[in-house]
């Protein structure tokens, strides 16, 4: 069983900057692919970024460049660092594990069986 709370999230301006954080449950924490998610009003849940176990990232192409995705292994937790933020970027972000074992982390939702509750982000211009 694996449990993820994320907080962090809020309101900024456009160009802002904000650091989300997603504390996880479970022993092999370091074995897991972890992601972060979004998810905006009327639109399907998409990848922002994952992490593997080794340490290899993937962004989504919107976020390149803006977003960090970076995790403490023995704080169990998860980061992602957003700069340049867009109003575009407003949406719900949630993370997500995925705890199968992959040799690689996909970018497809459906592949994560884990998630938290979510953090809203709302970027104003």
């Known amino acids: 069983q694996v449990q993820l709370v994320e907080s962090g999230g809020g309101s900024v301006q456009d160009g802002g900057s904000l650091r989300l954080s997603c504390a996880a449950s479970?022993?092999?924490?370091?074995?897991?692919?972890m992601g972060w998610f979004r998810q905006a009003p009327g639109k399907e849940r998409e990848v922002v970024a994952n992490i593997n176990k080794d340490g290899s990232t993937r962004y989504a192409d919107s976020v390149k460049g803006r977003f960090t995705i970076s995790q403490d292994n023995a704080k169990r937790t998860l980061y992602l660092q957003m700069s340049s933020l867009k109003p575009e970027d407003t949406a719900m972000y949630y993370c997500?594990?995925?705890?199968?074992?992959?040799?690689?982390?996909?970018?497809?939702?459906?592949?994560?069986?884990?998630w938290g509750q979510g953090t809203q982000v709302t970027v104003s211009s």
């Open positions: 997500a594990a995925d705890v199968a074992g992959r040799s690689y982390c996909s970018m497809w939702y459906l592949m994560y069986g884990y």
């Open positions: 479970g022993r092999t924490y370091s074995r897991y692919c």
